[in-house]
């Protein structure tokens, strides 16, 4: 059986992300995964957690085995996987396992381009918090005072304490819409302003009020939404040249894209499975998120492993006040300023999931260690798969988290 822990874990309020049964069935990939990986590695820690996954669902089971990132591949139905492993501050590894797609022999590499999900919004979180230092935009001024595409629908709620950008990215502000729908290959896709108010080609409802910002805590990725409407409103550009300007380029983020849809001549995308890992949104292969600061960031292992080395230790590109703002605890939440947390002091755990309908993913890394995982996948079971390779990493390189034992819900602040 799972631990209570890891159960609440699973059902982590994450856009797109429809609640997860765990179940002792098998299941089994249509097509074979190649035993094969795009990169190769000395490190005896990688050749450990690559040949130590444990079924998660089998994880308390003394009769379950170790057994190969590869099997558990086919056992999931995910034909593609990136990582990257950062140790002491350093990116220590970035690699691809398997295939872009079940039905051709395109190798997944740490160049690969898959959907992010939701870790999108730790990626926006960032945006804001570099735009914060660049003294553009503050996270406790009253966010009308951004909005010019688009206005808060008029509520009684916001009389007295109106919506501050550390509300929005500490999911406190009230804003309702969980998450969002994806878009299937032809379709026509809404603009922010009309994704705010729900109308044209927009699948949600529209974007307001349900309590006084500040005082709990509902995960919104409308919420999300108007941090990308403040973003294109104040700095009267796309979102994408925003984030390519602050984050991307002194990054060095090459592959990553806020672009919806992803353009097929960007190359070396990973496609979309389902469960049994036959290829969906054909015939491009992959969906579009128009709310792309909520769940629309296509990236890839190596980016998102010199994004998480940046955070961790470049004093250029985020100060220590700015990233101690972003990790810690916000009141009445379990975030920080965008990420979920878990722990403190020397146990503190920054993380985030990410699920589009098709695509999972996993971002998590530990500041007084300078260690972290990046892990993206492109089939529909790719969540559990995360959770596996996880718990292997973790094991191979003597992490003090121990997944899921150690991600309890916090005491609100």
């Not at 309020?13 to 094969?36: F, H, N, R």
């Not at 490190?43 to 998660?56: C, S």
């Not at 998590?364 to 596996?388: C, K, M, Q, W």
């Amino acid at each position: 059986m799972l631990s209570s822990t890891f159960k609440r874990l699973i059902i982590l309020p994450i856009a797109g992300l429809i609640s997860l049964a765990i179940s002792a069935c098998s299941l089994t990939s249509l097509s074979p995964v190649p035993a094969e990986h795009s990169v190769t590695s000395n490190d005896v820690r990688v050749q450990a957690f690559e040949n130590g996954l444990v079924p998660i669902d089998q994880a308390s089971e003394a009769q379950s085995m170790p057994t190969s990132i590869f099997d558990r591949m086919g056992a999931r139905g995910v034909p593609g996987v990136g990582i990257a492993i950062l140790h002491e501050g350093q990116l220590i590894f970035s690699g691809g396992y398997g295939r872009l797609t079940s039905t051709d022999d395109g190798l997944v590499d740490g160049d690969t381009v898959f959907s992010a999900g939701s870790v999108s919004k730790v990626v926006n979180a960032v945006l804001v918090m570099r735009l914060v230092e660049a003294g553009i935009l503050d996270l406790d001024t009253n966010i009308v005072e951004y909005l010019s595409s688009w206005q808060i629908p008029e509520n009684e709620l916001t009389e007295n304490q109106p919506v501050t950008l550390r509300h929005l990215l500490a999911h406190t502000s009230g804003f309702s819409v969980h998450g969002f729908q994806d878009y299937l290959p032809g379709s026509e896709l809404p603009s922010t302003t009309e994704i705010l108010n729900g109308s044209g080609p927009a699948k949600n409802k529209p974007v307001e009020i349900l309590f006084t910002p500040g005082t709990s805590m509902k995960y919104s990725g409308g919420g999300v939404t108007v941090i990308q409407a403040i973003i294109e409103d104040v700095m009267k550009v796309p979102y994408e040249s925003a984030a390519k300007q602050y984050v991307f380029d002194p990054v060095g983020m090459t592959r990553s894209r806020f672009r919806n849809p992803l353009p097929e001549t960007h190359g070396n995308i990973a496609k979309s499975h389902n469960k049994r890992g036959k290829p969906r949104a054909l015939p491009r292969g992959y969906e579009s998120m128009p709310e792309v600061a909520a769940s629309g960031l296509w990236t890839s292992a190596t980016d998102m492993g010199l994004l998480l080395q940046a955070l961790l230790s470049d004093e250029t590109f985020l100060n220590s006040r700015t990233r101690q703002q972003f990790w810690t605890q916000q009141s009445n939440s379990w975030h920080g300023l965008g990420p979920r947390i878990n722990g403190n002091g020397d146990e503190l755990i920054v993380h985030h999931g990410g699920a589009n309908d098709h695509f999972k993913s996993w971002m998590e890394f530990h500041p007084s260690a300078g260690t972290g995982v990046i892990i993206l996948t492109n089939g529909e079971d790719g969540r559990l798969l995360s959770y596996e390779i996880r718990v292997a990493i973790g094991e191979a390189f003597g992490w003090f988290a121990k997944f899921p034992e150690d991600y309890n819900d916090p005491e609100f602040q």
